[in-house]
């Protein structure tokens, strides 16, 4: 399906779930709002031949309770060292290859690595492991799209009792994020990081959209337009003093899903035009062949590359590099990003 049947197809269900609105500006495209937009996304036939071309590969590292990632797979057998919430951020995206796929074995599988996280929630809604704010950011953000999706998919009747468990947990651990004693620190913590601006942004305002609290909505507004004003000249998004494409994409990958689900008018506008200039640059670092230009990079692949919570070196998200190209080339029209989207999988493993 090119993206101009794609757009049309879209557009319909949009149409048809919920009652026409009128443009916010003739360059911004109204047809994927909602859930129901972002599950029209993630089920497109480009995710399905990239992100979910092959979904049991997306949590191979999954313990039989659920446990994800070595860190806490250690961290479950012995209950000693540290562990991380963000971890079992994953399984967010096996529950999207999941519905994408048609597999509810798979569904079942991404709940329960995100059950486990749920598992180790305290009663205040905190989750008590280094590093706090900004992994809690991360799980918060993932369940939360995990359930979105879910409700707005076809799968939404055989998920309800899931989805009503975790609705309140999710609300607890986004009330705990907004809790001013936290977010102080947390704020210190992201100030060197755009993308982690959307990242929160993502996860308070679609807690709101789910929980039907405006208050979230509210909070998470204020994270977006920090960092729109943090957007240099030339259109990328700082990390640490500089530019960092990996970064850069994952940001823009939170930006894109902000925009369809929760902003609306003039924030919706303003974030168009942030992302505009934001893709142009980001488009600037893909080569013809579909690698991705690292020089300059602040944080992965570049003089110095960040190590993960595992230890491990950092290396470019590729995967986000191509989910925001083609989350733009859908929002603005434009089928080059499209291309350079398909070019940017081709070379991902």
Known sequence: MNLLRYSIYIACIAAILAPASPALAPSVDSALEGAAGDLAFETSNFMLSSAYRDVPHLYPDSAPDGAYGPVNRAWDARHKGEWYIEEQRFGGDVVAGGIATNDPDAIDRGLLILNWGFAQQKPDGAFDCPDKFHSTSFFVEAAAHALLLLEASKYSARYSQTIADMKPKLHSAALWITDPRNEER?????????HRRYLVAAALGEVGVLTGDPSLVQASEAYARDGIALQSPTGYNPERGGWDISYHAKGMAFACRYYTIV??????????K??????????????DDGTINTQGNTR?????????????PKTVETRQ?????????VISGDASYEKLAE??????P
């Open 186 to 194: 947390g704020k210190k913590g992201n100030r060197p990081y755009t």
């Open 263 to 272: 902003a609306h008018g003039e924030l919706k506008q303003a974030l168009y």
């Open 274 to 287: 942030m992302m505009e200039k934001a893709m142009q640059w980001e488009a600037s670092r893909v080569n």
């Open 300 to 312: 992965v692949g570049g003089k110095k590359t960040e190590t993960s919570r595992s230890g491990k």
């Open 321 to 329: 590099v191509y989910r925001s190209l083609y989350y733009w080339s």
């Open 343 to 348: 070019k940017v999988a081709r070379k991902t």
